[in-house]
């Protein structure tokens, strides 16, 4: 897998290289008579040809991985089936464009890698990007749940912090059960060097999100923590049920909880809006209509993921109001808004909420018409670190056909715009909402203001 | 039942008597009431107990109009009867301990406003012009006190409708100090000459803002404006775990206030005929025979015209630069930290 030697350097990419193709050593001496460019397109027509045929194997590979795999094994199957054609057309592609691609440089595995050399310097600005990539064969011994969540990870098919955060953990619980301590180890002190080719694997198919980083923490605390004379089926059991309380107490109970507090924060004769979709404000927004309250919501959303319109299915099947818009249209919508809401990937110790792009627009034009905007957030989102814009840490979404919603006047091809040389498709996942354009964060400790964030786990003595 | 009904009774009867005390503000008289209200309890077991007396602070809150601070103390105390460690022998015991400890809270408490009033000193210059808005004891104190050893001028908003402006000016003039009422619409025009505002609270909330009487928002705003600080004076025992969003939010707002009454009615009252409630008129009538013409009863507000409005409004956090109270020189953000601390804890 490619995270380890990630870094764009040159000598380390060589030496790396060197083993794995057998045309390398000719070349390499060649190199020094070429200039930097043609060095670096060498290397990437190389890589692309590496990556594909990694992709071809990944079926033989996942499957060859997972010795009788009980359930799990269909959806890796027809997942990977999937892969190789979607990859087949920009990895066929790239070594017959001039161009180097700086994704491809970035990191590794390039799933599209055409731009000219001028454009690709413009945007190098945001190579450090996580891509959705494929799941390239996998290293050491991953267990078959794993392979399936890494699949399920980088095809978007589990997305939203909380929904990825219980996937793991529960796919840790199956992956504990099965374990066997090997002979003079104990399993305190060797269980972690099991999980850790697992969770590598994960983080190799889509960057690992805070609340996951936090929950492993926290099991990693656990493992450590395993008295070494318990039996090691008790042990294992004590662990899943030290999982299944995380999930119950950090998740389960605290969205109950923000849900019964944002409740009291709806009126009647509120007009509610949210942005994309959240776990946690649906629940609020279905809490506030079982209670009975009169108001209505606008859902705005936006493209690539449209991940509103599922909220909205939901909203208007319950049988609240609403209204539906794009991003774009925010600003005509924003003066009969009276309350924002909402949801959240992460919460920065200074009080900055990481969240799907569009959630920063929707929060400052709601600020700049004093309008209230409350962000719902579990505490175990918090993250110690401190962000001050999103360009230093970002996804980019999957590349999805955006015109899939709309009605086609041309064929499907014409639009395809990502096959244009000089052109660079860019769709980061997530932004950063400053803590001056939040009005309060709904915790299951309670309403707080964004920037005492950080005093909660020294109030709880605890880590988050 | 009967007997937790007198219990009850009693309870807003203590209240009341206790509010009699000129020292004590409405968190304080709770607190006393409801720590008497622990001895007097027939509860046998803690959860009980607990329960009895979110009863009793429920029975306080329907008393009156503006349960804010009051709420403050009673949750104030609730918290530290759930948190008091279970070390004596008997319930009993514990329940008159519990008295004892509230009892001397609420006489430890009454010395915090000395400590508020020395903070301050601090922050006031010689010769400083200060700001302030109704009438607040702990802001009289902090007044007061820096009266002593420096020379400061003050400028006190009338605070329409209760006036209460004017009580202070009187105090203020009777202990020496030179102060103007300025009228409630007139703190733009005095803003420039004001050196800082200072005002009281009626309750510190958890996003760091301020309730307190109407027109302190206001006045925040027009500082803020004027880039002259705010500060907020507020004992601890006013903090409290709420977090309005807007004015609206505030437990004190209920439709009644800024609702607008059909034409006809005000007209009617306006020509003085009989529509109005029962208790509206003869007021009227007997402004309009004691002063000279109809038109000064009726450039004045009604009592029916002032039941429209708010009691208290809520200064956002972002208006206030500090907030003195006996734990210390807070900003705000540094009062919602506090609060996360003591009831998250």
């Known amino acids: ?290 209670e009975g309250r009169q108001f209505s919501v606008i859902v705005v959303d936006s493209r690539p993921m449209l991940e509103g319109k599922r909220l909205l299915s939901v909203l208007s099947s319950a049988g609240i109001q609403c209204t539906y818009v794009l991003l774009p249209a925010l600003g005509s919508v924003i003066s009969e808004v009276s309350l924002v809401l909402l949801g959240a990937h992460s919460i920065h110790a200074n009080g900055a909420v990481y969240s799907r792009a569009g959630t920063a627009l929707a929060a400052m034009m709601a600020k700049r018409h004093s309008v209230p905007v409350i962000v719902c957030c579990e505490t175990y989102k918090y993250s110690d670190t401190v962000q001050l814009d999103s360009f230093t840490k970002n996804e980019l979404a999957p590349t999805t056909d955006n015109f899939s919603s709309f009605p086609l006047v041309k064929s499907r091809d014409a639009l395809l715009i990502q096959n244009q040389i000089n052109l660079e498709i860019l769709n980061p996942l997530y932004d950063l909402t400053p803590p001056t354009s939040i009005t309060a964060v709904v915790t299951e400790v309670g309403v707080i203001p964004p920037n005492s964030i950080s005093s909660i786990p020294v109030a709880l003595g605890r880590l988050l | 039942m009967a007997s937790g009904e007198s219990s009850k009774f009693n309870l807003h009867a203590t209240y009341l008597k206790n509010l009699q005390n000129h020292e004590i503000s409405p968190p304080l008289a709770a607190i006393l009431s409801l720590s008497e209200l622990v001895v007097n309890s027939g509860a046998g077991t803690m959860f009980e107990l607990v329960k009895e007396l979110h009863e009793g602070a429920e029975v306080l809150k329907k008393s009156t109009t503006n349960p804010i601070s009051l709420n403050a103390g009673c949750e104030l105390f609730i918290a530290f009867v759930t948190l008091f460690p279970h070390e004596s022998d008997s319930f009993a015991e514990l329940k008159s301990e519990l008295m004892r400890q509230g009892q001397k809270y609420a006489r430890e408490a009454i010395s915090y406003r000395d400590k508020i009033a020395e903070l301050t000193l601090g922050f006031i210059k010689d010769d400083s012009v200060i700001l302030t808005h109704s009438y607040s004891r702990v802001v009289m104190k902090a007044l007061l006190h820096a009266h002593k050893t420096k020379r400061i001028s003050v400028y006190v908003t009338e605070a329409r409708p209760r006036g209460l402006g004017i009580k202070t000016y009187e105090e203020l003039t009777a202990a020496g100090i030179p102060c103007t009422v300025v009228l409630d619409s007139a703190v733009a025009y005095v803003m420039d000459k004001v050196d800082f505002v200072l005002v009281g609270s009626e309750a510190v909330v958890e996003s760091g803002g301020l309730i307190n009487a109407v027109g302190s928002s206001q006045i925040a705003i027009i500082a803020k404006a004027s880039n002259k600080p705010f500060y907020a004076l507020a004992e601890s025992y006013k903090f409290h775990r709420l977090f309005p969003l807007s004015q609206y939010d505030l437990p004190t707002h209920n439709p009644n206030i800024l609702s607008f009454r059909s034409p006809q009615i005000t007209a009617a009252q306006g020509s003085a005929s009989g529509v109005s409630p029962d208790n509206q008129t003869p007021a009227i009538n007997d402004i309009s025979t004691f002063m000279t013409p109809a038109i000064s009863s009726s450039r004045t507000m009604s009592a029916d015209q002032i039941v429209c409005n708010p009691d208290v409004d809520y200064t956002r956090p972002n208006l206030i630069s500090l907030v003195f109270s006996d734990v210390g020189t807070l900003t705000p953000e540094a009062i919602s930290q506090y609060l996360v601390a003591m009831f998250a804890g």
Do not use: W
């Not at chain 1, 890796?76 to 054609?85: D, H, N, V």
């Open chain 1, 1 to 290: 897998m490619a995270p380890a030697p990630s870094l764009p350097v040159h000598p380390p990419n060589g030496p790396t290289q060197a083993p794995a193709d057998a045309s390398a050593p000719p070349q390499q001496r060649s190199q020094k008579q070429m200039t930097k460019a043609e060095r670096r397109e060498l290397q990437e027509a190389q890589r692309a040809a590496k990556a594909a045929a990694k992709a071809n194997a990944a079926p033989n590979g996942a499957g060859g991985q997972s010795k009788q795999p009980p359930k799990a094994a269909p959806p890796p199957l027809t997942a990977a089936a999937r892969k190789p054609g979607k990859l087949a057309d920009p990895v066929l592609k790239a070594p017959s464009t001039p161009g180097t691609g700086r994704q491809a440089h970035a990191r590794g595995a390039p799933p599209v890698a055409e731009s000219g050399p001028p454009n690709a310097r413009g945007l190098r600005i945001f190579s450090h990007f996580g891509l959705p990539k494929p799941v390239s064969v996998a290293k050491g011994d991953i267990h078959p749940t794993i392979l399936r969540l890494a699949l399920q990870f980088s095809n978007f098919k589990i997305t939203g912090a909380n929904a990825r955060c219980i996937a793991t953990l529960n796919a840790f619980k199956t992956v504990i059960q099965e374990y066997v301590t090997p002979p003079n180890n104990t399993l305190s002190r060797h269980l972690m060097t099991h999980l850790n080719p697992q969770i590598s694997h994960l983080v190799a198919a889509r960057p690992m999100s805070v609340t996951m980083g936090n929950a492993i923490r926290q099991l990693k605390l656990e493992i450590s923590r395993m008295d070494i004379d318990l039996p090691e089926q008790d042990a294992k059991d004590a662990l899943c049920q030290k999982i299944d309380n995380y999930i119950r107490d950090r998740i389960i109970i605290a969205d109950q909880v923000i849900e019964e507090t944002a409740t009291r924060k709806i009126k009647d004769g509120d007009v509610i809006l949210t942005f994309a979709r959240s776990s946690v404000v649906q629940k609020v927004i279905l809490g506030a209509m079982e």
